[in-house]
């Protein structure tokens, strides 16, 4: 399915209004804060993980389970 795109005619004096500079500030603020946030939980994740692995030793973990011998 194809759509034809047409020119659609914007007034320069739209264009130059505080309007739209407005508009684009709001919305680039609210993208930052969304972005700041999603950057803040990977980061807050990032050092739960790390803390994790550092603070487990593999070759120091007891087994609480008793190992399968064959009789």
Known sequence: MTAAHTAVA???ELLK?????????SYQA????????ERSRKDQARRRLLAELTGCDPFT???AYEEYRPA
């Open 30 to 37: 609210a993208f930052m804060a969304a972005y700041d946030e």
């Open 17 to 25: 209004s505080k309007t739209i500079a407005v508009l684009v500030d």
């Open 61 to 63: 973990n007891v087994t």
């Open 10 to 12: 914007v007034p320069l």
